[in-house]
């Protein structure tokens, strides 16, 4: 983690979408990476339309979790260790993943996970409002807890069905990962997957169900008759 993000813990800011947000991230990566100097809130603010306050309010979380760092006159930049997981991964959001992984966030979701694979998702806000209130005396928001979920599921750390959550994401445990479709029995309503070499039964609509609901479309399609 960034020296700059300390023992500060935040939540992200409610009121800019994650979609907004991660724009935000990328934007600041691009002009940081031309100029090789910190970026100030004017800089950026008219490439992803915020205000220049909204900008303040949204690096704040960022800060928090080590992404982004204070640089010289009010200004902000990536910190050295999320360059570093960058650059082994060209997506932002599976560096994002492995990032905030090292988090508080990651933390507490990984020992929650390794309680009980799936947890109810009122479950998780209650055990982050806990933790939160614990490390700053403030009670969190409930939409900035929402917002966070939000963050979760949009970078594939969490996954969300019928008000349970899934962890899906384990840095180490990725290198070791095999997530497969076994057998789509067409005489059937179940299809097998094979996760971590565990053979799981799940009923085909459901399934479809939520390959559309949270999935995003490919250039080459496939079709579950």
Not at 79 to 104: C, G, M, P, T, Y
Request: proline letters at 2%.
């Amino acid at each position: 983690m960034s020296k700059d993000s300390g023992d500060v813990i935040d939540l992200p800011y409610a009121k800019v979408s994650v979609e907004r947000q991660l724009e935000l991230i990328q934007s600041i990566l691009a002009i940081y990476e031309e100029t090789e100097k910190g970026v100030s809130r004017r800089d950026v603010a008219p490439i992803v339309t915020l205000a220049v306050d909204n900008v303040s309010r949204c690096v704040g979380f960022w800060i928090s979790i080590g992404v982004l760092e204070r640089a010289e006159g009010s200004r902000y930049q990536p910190s050295e260790d999320f360059i570093q997981v960058l650059s082994s991964d060209n997506d932002l959001r599976e560096a994002l993943q492995k990032h905030i992984l090292e988090s508080w966030i990651g933390s507490l979701i990984r020992l929650k996970s390794k309680i009980k694979p799936k947890f109810d998702v009122n479950e998780l806000k209650d055990s982050i409002a806990k933790a939160f209130k614990t490390q700053t005396g403030k009670k969190a928001s409930e939409c900035r807890i929402n917002t966070l979920f939000d963050l979760l599921t949009e970078i594939k750390l969490i996954a969300v069905l019928d008000d349970i959550v899934t962890f899906i994401h384990d840095s180490s445990e990725s290198d070791k990962t095999t997530r497969k479709i076994l057998e789509i029995p067409n005489d059937k309503d179940i299809i097998l997957l094979e996760i971590h070499s565990n053979i799981y039964a799940i009923d085909r609509e459901a399934l479809v169900c939520y390959i559309e609901r949270e999935g995003k479309s490919v250039s080459d399609k496939l079709r579950i008759d």
